[in-house]
């Protein structure tokens, strides 16, 4: 089975996702059309995949909330790695 790349795709959506409030499930986003081409994109890939509820952002749903979040401890994870090394 093949590795799983971090590809600028996925980097968007994981960066898309990280613009959800964690404390607030009632907080959408709004992807303007203004906004970048890139972030324009991930959300729309976010909302086929079924993580988002409108195609230019809207509400997680539950598994994109799961997903969220499970982004962010990666961030905390990586980013308290180099505090400790």
């Known amino acids: 089975m093949p590795q799983p790349s971090y590809t600028p795709e996925l980097l968007d959506e994981l960066k898309m ?41 809207g509400y997680l749903t539950a598994t994109g909330q799961e997903a969220a979040e499970h982004a962010r401890d990666l961030l905390t994870l990586l980013g308290t790695a180099d505090a400790t090394t």
């Open 17 to 57: 996702l990280g613009l959800f409030n964690p404390n607030n499930h009632q907080e959408g986003i709004k992807v303007h059309s203004s906004a970048e081409p890139a972030m324009i994109e991930a959300a729309r890939r976010l909302h086929r995949k079924g993580l988002v509820t409108q195609d230019d952002g």
